[in-house]
T-cell receptor, first 116, second 114 residues
C-alpha cells in the first residue's frame, strides 16, 4: 500500500513553545490529508481536513489559531501546535488518501507530543 | 448523528480459536467500511474494506469481515487467532461523499493468549 511518513515520531517541548509535525505521502499525491488526535485508550478524533492549496477545515471545538495546518503541496501537510500547554500532550496521527472515492486512507506512524 | 459502535472494549481468545470483533454503524446512504489495526505507539494499518459487491471481504493477515446491510454491521473475523494478532482494532466508515474523513469506532483491544 501507499506510504505516509510522519515526523517526528515523538517530541518533548516546554510549555509556551511551538511544535511542528510533518506528514508526507511518499509514493502518491494526496489532495486531502486528515489530522487526528488520539487520547490513551480512546478512538481517533478528527481535528481537521486539509486540502492542498486551500485553508483547512476544522472540526467543531478545535482552535484553528492553536493548531495551524498547512498543506502547501500534494505530498506534504504540516500541523503546528502553537503555544503548547500540557493539556495538548497527546498522540497526533495524520492520514492521506489518493484520489478517488473508494480508496482507503493511509496513516502516518503518529507523533507522541509531551508538553512539560 | 453518524456513528460507529464497537460494543466490546476487549476481546480475549485463545490462540488457534476463531475470533470476532464486532462493529455496527449508523450512517446514511451506502457508506464505505474499513477495518484498521493499531500496535502500541504506532499509526493505523489498513486491514480490509467493503465498498460494494460480495458481502464477505478478505483482507490482510487472514482477516475477513462480513457486511450485513440489514443489521448495519461489519464484524471482523479470523478463523484461527495468533498471539501476534493482539492489538487495538478500529472499525471505520466513510459516508459516500467526496472528501469526507473516516468516522471511527472507539476501538476494541484483542488479546490472544498462548
Amino acid at each position: 500500500g501507499a506510504v505516509v511518513s510522519q515526523h517526528p515520531s515523538w517530541v518533548i517541548c516546554k510549555s509556551g513553545t511551538s511544535v511542528k509535525i510533518e506528514c508526507r505521502s511518499l509514493d502518491f499525491q494526496a489532495t486531502t490529508m486528515f489530522w487526528y488526535r488520539q487520547f490513551p485508550k480512546q478512538s481517533l478524533m478528527l481535528m481537521a481536513t486539509s486540502n492542498e492549496g486551500s485553508k483547512a477545515t476544522y472540526e467543531q471545538g478545535v482552535e484553528k489559531d492553536k493548531f495551524l495546518i498547512n498543506h502547501a503541496s500534494l505530498t506534504l501537510s504540516t500541523l503546528t501546535v502553537t503555544s503548547a500547554h500540557p493539556e495538548d500532550s497527546s498522540f497526533y496521527i495524520c492520514s492521506a488518501r489518493v484520489l478517488g472515492m473508494n480508496t482507503e486512507a493511509f496513516f502516518g506512524q503518529g507523533t507522541r507530543l509531551t508538553v512539560v | 448523528a453518524q456513528s460507529v459502535a464497537q460494543p466490546e472494549d476487549q476481546v480475549n481468545v485463545a490462540e488457534g480459536n476463531p475470533l470476532t470483533v464486532k462493529c455496527t454503524y449508523s450512517v446514511s446512504g451506502n457508506p464505505y467500511l474499513f477495518w484498521y489495526v493499531q500496535y502500541p505507539n504506532r499509526g493505523l494499518q489498513f486491514l480490509l474494506k467493503y465498498i460494494t459487491g460480495d458481502n464477505l471481504v478478505k483482507g490482510s493477515y487472514g482477516f475477513e469481515a462480513e457486511f450485513n446491510k440489514s443489521q448495519t454491521s461489519f464484524h471482523l473475523k479470523k478463523p484461527s487467532a495468533l498471539v501476534s494478532d493482539s492489538a487495538l482494532y478500529f472499525c471505520a466508515v466513510r459516508p459516500n461523499q467526496a472528501g469526507t474523513a473516516l468516522i471511527f469506532g472507539k476501538g476494541t483491544t484483542l488479546s490472544v493468549s498462548s
